[in-house]
């Protein structure tokens, strides 16, 4: 019996992009993979095995709880939080032996004044807990705008009992935005930083560039990518990941639940947003907004249906969705329908979709909800 909906995930393609972004690094740089927000929608735990798989050698995640839930799994490899943490998701990170990033010296207080910080802890190695200090070089958003306040943060890190200073870093806020100054000033300002950290601290790994900014300028590249949409063959400049030999790995498809033909003047959905001019049949698919399938997709996507492409009508509901199957059409139930994928020589993309939307390739996959089941593959064989 075919399932409702399915988010199909090729393994092999999330190894295949980390591979080829590896080979694209400059000499002496990593690759980490950021598996947050549910592996961009692709599932953290399978996602950040892969990647590891692939060639990356440090998994990012924006918050405690997705730390546990890889230390819980055990996936291997270091896994480093790059987003806020309250008290009580500090000690949750480091249960999880988690890398932490710090940008105030309260929190570097804080992290040591935790027991489970100190070095012979059962829950700790010898060399405590282990900080990224981060510089606001522009974003805006975590970090201290101030480098010498970041530079007090890093000594006090490296003198403190229980802490090990690991690597300093910053965020872009335009590298996917080709030729905006902006992107080069913020990476003039976070290399002055490193030069001035390194000056006391030389063994500091430094790290900046998102996915654009390791596919648009190798100076960005440092000592370690974070790597995220690219991982997941998602292209950062919301364009066509074939350009960048990327493979989307991810994979929605439903199943024709009904067909009924359609005179004109009969409508379809809530609202009555779709009242048909013709003679048409309308095929039912069994997912909605409580799968993910944003309601902003009404009557601006299409799906492949027996391999042809058909436009979805009316108004997305919470459970269902109509599309058009024209007046002579060839699919009938149980038939199957790709939201998100190819099929021969027609191929609709998270990008394509995000187009229509006015947003992001990655929110598309991030917004696919838990009652879509994750399916995974290598290359079509069970993973």
């Not at 990012?60 to 998701?89: I, K, M, N, T, W």
């Not at 975590?142 to 802490?163: F, H, N, S």
Request: overall charge negative; glycine content about 12%; charged content about 25%.
């Amino acid at each position: 019996m075919p399932l409702r909906a399915v988010a199909a995930v090729n393994l092999a393609a999330i190894e295949r992009n980390c591979a080829r972004l590896r080979a694209a690094l400059a000499p002496g740089a990593r690759l980490s993979a950021v598996v947050k927000g549910n592996g961009y929608g692709h599932g953290a735990v399978a996602a950040g095995q892969a990647a590891l798989a692939g060639g990356a050698e440090l998994l990012c995640v924006a918050a405690a709880g997705e730390a546990r839930e890889l230390h819980d799994a055990r996936v291997g490899g270091p896994v480093l939080v790059l987003g806020a943490l309250s008290r009580e998701e500090t000690l949750v990170a480091l249960e999880a032996h988690a890398e932490v990033v710090a940008w105030r010296e309260a929190f570097v207080e804080r992290l040591a004044g935790f027991e489970v910080s100190r070095p012979g802890h059962p829950g700790r190695s010898a060399a405590g807990v282990r900080v990224h200090v981060k510089l606001d070089s522009g974003m805006g958003r975590l970090g201290t705008r101030d480098a010498d306040e970041a530079r007090r943060v890093a000594d006090r890190v490296a003198t403190t009992e229980g802490l090990h200073l690991v690597g300093v870093m910053t965020h872009f806020a335009t590298a996917d935005e080709r030729g905006d100054a902006f992107f080069g000033q913020q990476l003039e300002r976070f290399a002055a930083f490193v030069d001035a950290v390194r000056a006391e601290h030389p063994d500091v790994v430094a790290h900046a560039a998102n996915s654009a900014a390791t596919l648009r300028d190798p100076g960005a590249h440092f000592d370690l990518v974070r790597c995220g949409v690219a991982v997941y063959g998602l292209d950062p400049f919301q364009e066509d990941p074939a350009a960048h030999e990327l493979e989307p790995a991810l994979e929605l498809r439903s199943y024709v639940a009904d067909v009924k033909p359609c005179a004109p003047g009969e409508s379809a959905g809530y609202g009555r947003r779709f009242v048909a001019e013709r003679d048409t049949v309308l095929g039912v698919l069994p997912l909605g907004y409580g799968d993910g399938w944003r309601r902003d997709l009404s009557g601006r996507a299409d799906a492949l249906v027996a391999g042809e492409r058909r436009p979805l009508v009316g108004t997305v509901s919470m459970d269902n969705v109509t599309v058009d199957l024209g007046p002579e059409p060839s699919a009938r139930p149980g038939d199957e329908a790709v939201l998100i994928g190819a099929r021969g020589a027609e191929r609709i993309l998270a990008e394509e979709l995000a187009r229509r939307m006015g947003t992001i390739n990655y929110e598309i996959t991030t917004g696919l909800l838990a009652r879509v089941h994750r399916e995974y593959h290598r290359d079509g064989e069970p993973a």
